[in-house]
């Protein structure tokens, strides 16, 4: 008899577990600043939802396929760069949004708005790819891509592996040094860029490889994203960042609702979520994330090494990232010709 009564209590706690077991949000994201992201956005949202967050780590290739390899099952959000996320949406991975439920993307820039369209998710944050050189190793001013070409940079320059983020920013770069549109044009392009092959020592496929590079003293410029520049000052003080004359390119961070997610609504709050004012402010403040809420007000202080301002975004050269993934294949197979030589 009290084996029974014992086994019974047993059966009902576990049913008042699963009854009172909060709700999960499972979020693809990347591994980088996960306290932080604790801290300011994702603790936030649990304790006004009730709701608790799981995340998915890794870069965009590795989660992007496993999230095809999984049909989308078992993710309810995910972060990813413009060319994956344009990937996934032709993969028919990525929900079509209500977007009644994101009234805060009224307030971001109109580029994050709707990058893919209005049928999906919006870009959270607006970073550039730019040119960081080391003053005290280079005296003659770096102030245009072209100066990439040049012969006092020889063995001196790191540029971004062609599948990073910023990657065929470089090829794109390589055909307007000599005035051709690289996707028209490509053989011009990557012959330019095997011009300037004697000026790269490396590249690099993470951001803190380029740190190191930096810090250990082995280049005195490289290409990067913006988000890159505070770790290389703080290694390297004589380090500047550049705005090349041209424009940089935009890169931007989008968020988006799995296809078939059982939590739609929920994942849809939390894209409004992270749009708001308070939380865009918050990360940029930890040096997260640049604001894209056009409400978000920095000092000259609180904005360094943040993509800020309308002014600065405006002057962004853009990326046809269908046109990039639609030459991916080829774009990789002519760099590797040249780079891994």
Excluded: C
Aim: aromatic share 10%; hydrophobic share 40%; proline share 4%.
């Amino acid at each position: 008899m009290k084996k029974s009564v014992v086994f019974m209590l047993l059966i009902l706690l576990s049913f008042n577990g699963v009854i009172f077991a909060k709700e999960k949000l499972v979020i693809s994201t990347w591994g980088y600043n996960g306290d932080k992201l604790k801290k300011y956005v994702y603790a936030p949202f649990e304790e006004k939802y009730d709701v608790e967050i799981v995340i998915e780590s890794g870069n965009n290739a590795a989660r992007l396929n496993k999230l095809k390899l999984r049909k989308g099952k078992g993710t309810d959000l995910i972060y990813l760069v413009e060319s994956y996320t344009k990937d996934a949406i032709e993969a028919g991975l990525i929900a079509k949004i209500d977007r009644s439920n994101l009234p805060n993307v009224s307030q971001i820039y109109q580029l994050a708005r709707a990058p893919f369209g209005n049928d999906y998710g919006p870009a959270y944050t607006v970073m550039r790819a730019g040119i960081i050189y080391d003053t005290a190793q280079i005296s003659d001013p770096i102030t245009s891509w072209n100066d990439l070409w040049r012969s006092n940079l020889a063995g001196k320059i790191s540029i971004p592996n062609i599948t990073t983020s910023a990657g065929p920013t470089i090829v794109l770069t390589a055909g307007r040094h000599v005035n051709v549109n690289a996707f028209n044009k490509p053989d011009l392009a990557f012959k330019s860029l095997r011009q300037m092959k004697n000026n790269v020592l490396k590249t690099y496929n993470r951001s803190s490889n380029l740190a190191n590079m930096f810090a250990q003293g082995e280049i005195s410029a490289g290409v990067a994203l913006n988000f890159v520049f505070s770790r290389v000052k703080k290694a390297v003080p004589s380090a500047v960042w550049v705005d090349p004359v041209e424009g940089s390119y935009a890169s931007l961070n989008t968020i988006n609702v799995v296809k078939g997610s059982p939590n739609k609504e929920l994942a849809e709050k939390f894209i409004n979520h992270i749009l708001s004012e308070k939380i865009q402010r918050d990360i940029a403040l930890a040096g997260v994330d640049s604001p894209v809420n056009v409400n978000v007000k920095l000092s000259a202080k609180e904005a360094e090494g943040l993509t800020y301002g309308k002014d600065l975004i405006a002057s962004f050269q853009d990326v046809d990232w269908g046109s990039v993934n639609s030459n991916k294949k080829v774009w990789i197979e002519n760099w590797n010709e040249i780079f891994s030589n």
